[in-house]
């Protein structure tokens, strides 16, 4: 995820807790719940985050329309990008989310469902040819037809380097992407056409030559297809992306209310910039009409002043930060009102793996001068013994309950509990906490990394505590040097950091100087990914969409652009390649879970949080959709779903 990676923010996936009369089968809304003024719960804390339904009640009526309104907090300022193509931040994406749609979408089970289009794709035998049949009676809010064009459009824009979208690289599964976008863009090959390398400008002559060859066209005006390089059995959920929204023939700004057309249930009313946008049903929505006839969206101070405005009555729902966890947790009167939610999302650190090398030849790896073996005077972390006996040591939902007030779930893979149908590794991991298993762990890598025996008067006493074999692992370990994290100094992150540090001192015997947990955001910013300063590395990831690729891909294949550890394995890959080339999402699970046992067992990262949400919502904000693909308020998935009952 581009611009997500380094902050967790909310994704994509819905359980079924409502119900209602069904809808028409094209049409991306899911039933419309019964009316109820009751908690919806979702998720509770629990290590295994499950979905726990709550009691429901109907309240007598709905509040007349004019009283029809949600007001919800965006962000501090404006959404640097409105437009889909070009939007990667949760604010952006939770605006965008009520004002477009693609051709799919996800129902209320999380489930990919037709919306612009008329029914899921039709897929080549080969697996490479993608065809979507656009419904008739789709309009944009100028009442403009909606046609396979503007879906070719919209592609043209994401596939095009001179644009440098954070999302870009979602195109390069396409036929002929990769000749335009190149490596530099994020493909995995080709050139990117420079007129100018140096200067970083482009030959557009080639360029548009290039886009007119992509695999996207539009044989009519109700059909779109997408012919990719090689299979991916998740471009389905890439369609059903912000990014593919279609693209208004005349839509060439989007900086003001004006100029954006809406292809979504509503549409922009106004734009006071840094101030509020407002949003208004879209008379052209091919769907059911929304029962709210204004929505407005907050802009200006930081979270914490949100959740004040919502307590002084300006805001019917407001996202706690993690700064006001603890206070709006413990308040008496706020338990039937908080919604909580896990959502698609991961706190995790990398390990330095050592397994790159610099163009000179020169393993990529940070100094530890007692190793004598392996990488020679490289960083214990390339042991694999030694990963694991750092992640066994840690006891995730102690960390959760200390640092993040309760509010998440341990992780154990990359795969957040929420991706459909999808085993995802949780407490039955290979590498559970155990400390008695993190010393043994640790003594096979100080031997396999050659560390010198620490001098037998440094070894303390056997106790009931600590038998002689685990007094000598915990003196020998004092023989490596300093460890360094790479982390921000800001978001809390020292306080993780230090409750790792304080961990591995008191189960592994690691001194107070053994570790650097000094802030790094100067370095840290520019120079993390080439894996050669840190030893342990924050990281954080979002999915873009629910597929159990995404987070593996993207994080851990070999030379992938977000794999900041540097950890490859071919077996792992060539796993995630059967994934993709499978004829259904069913028959691929198989190739992701076996994958995700493989990367867990090479620890390559120390994973540790499910990302949750928690929320203030007022008892009269009814028939939202809960879901962990939630951005910044509850519900925002399906804005038009949500009605306001009397109060």
């Known amino acids: 995820m581009a611009l997500l990676a380094f902050a967790v923010f909310a994704m994509v996936v819905v359980y079924p807790l409502l119900t209602g009369p069904a809808q028409p089968s094209a049409a991306p809304q899911t039933a419309l719940p019964s009316l109820t003024s009751a908690p919806i719960a979702r998720r509770t804390a629990t290590p295994t985050g499950r979905a726990t339904p709550a009691a429901t009640e109907t309240p007598s009526r709905l509040a007349p329309p004019d009283r029809q309104v949600l007001r919800v907090y965006c962000c501090a300022t404006d959404p640097r990008s409105l437009r889909p193509q070009g939007a990667s931040g949760s604010d952006e994406i939770s605006i965008i989310n009520g004002i477009q749609r693609g051709l799919l979408y996800r129902d209320a089970e999380g489930r990919l469902v037709p919306s612009l289009a008329t029914a899921l794709p039709t897929v080549s035998e080969d697996g490479l040819t993608y065809t979507y049949t656009l419904r008739d009676d789709a309009r944009y809010s100028d009442g403009t037809a909606i046609v396979a064009g503007d879906i070719v459009r919209a592609a043209r824009a994401l596939a095009d380097p001179r644009n440098a979208f954070d999302y870009g690289d979602e195109m390069c599964w396409v036929a002929g992407v990769n000749d335009v976008l190149g490596a530099d863009f994020g493909c995995s090959e080709g050139d990117t056409p420079y007129e100018d390398p140096e200067a970083g400008t482009f030959d557009d002559a080639t360029i548009e030559g290039l886009l007119d060859d992509i695999g996207v066209t539009a044989p009519n005006d109700h059909t779109a297809v997408f012919q990719l390089h090689q299979p991916a059995s998740f471009w389905p959920d890439i369609t059903a992306m912000w990014l593919l929204t279609p693209v208004h023939p005349n839509q060439t700004a989007w900086g003001e209310a004006a100029d954006i057309v809406s292809s979504g249930p509503f549409m922009i ?76 999302s991961i706190d995790y650190y990398d390990f330095a793996n050592c397994q790159s090398k610099d163009p000179a030849g020169n393993t990529l790896c940070p100094p530890n001068d007692a190793v004598t073996k392996g990488v020679v005077g490289g960083s214990p972390t390339q042991n694999l013994h030694f990963r694991q006996a750092l992640t066994q040591a840690v006891d995730k939902a102690d960390m959760i309950n200390a640092i993040f007030a309760g509010v998440g779930v341990p992780a154990y893979s990359p795969t957040m509990p929420g991706i459909p149908s999808f085993p995802t590794v949780t407490a039955d991991t290979p590498l559970p906490h155990d400390p008695a298993a993190a010393l043994a762990s640790l003594a096979i890598a100080l031997h396999e990394l050659g560390v010198a025996d620490p001098d037998p008067a440094s070894v303390l006493p056997a106790s009931d505590a600590c038998d002689d074999t685990c007094q000598h692992t915990k003196a020998w370990v004092k023989m490596l040097g300093p460890l360094r994290f790479g982390f921000h100094c800001d978001a809390g992150h020292d306080e993780r950091v230090l409750y790792l540090a304080q961990t591995w001192r008191r189960v592994l015997g690691f001194t107070e100087d053994q570790f650097d947990v000094r802030c790094t955001d100067g370095i840290f910013s520019t120079r993390r990914f080439p894996g050669n300063i840190y030893d342990i590395e924050r990281r954080g990831w979002s999915a873009d969409f629910a597929h159990p690729d995404n987070q593996n891909r993207d994080l851990f294949a070999c030379g992938a652009r977000y794999n900041s550890s540097k950890y490859c394995d071919p077996a792992y890959d060539a796993l995630l390649n059967r994934g993709a080339e499978a004829a259904s999402y069913e028959k691929a699970l198989p190739f992701y879970h076996d994958a995700e046992l493989m990367l867990v067992q090479d620890a390559p990262v120390l994973f540790l949080r499910y990302g949750e949400n928690v929320w203030l919502v007022r008892p009269w904000v009814i028939n939202y959709i809960q879901t962990p693909s939630d951005q910044q308020n509850v519900g925002d998935v399906f804005y038009e779903n949500i009605q306001i009952a009397a109060h």
């Open 269 to 344: 009313d106004s734009w006071r910039h840094n101030s509020e946008i407002d949003l208004v049903p879209n008379p052209h929505w091919y769907g059911p009409t929304p029962t709210l006839l204004r929505i407005e969206i907050r802009i200006g101070g930081d979270p914490s002043g949100a959740v004040a405005s919502w307590e002084h009555g300006d805001l019917d729902v407001v996202r706690v930060p993690s700064l006001d966890l603890p206070r709006v947790l413990a308040t008496a009167d706020y338990p039937s009102i908080i919604k909580r939610s896990t959502n698609l």
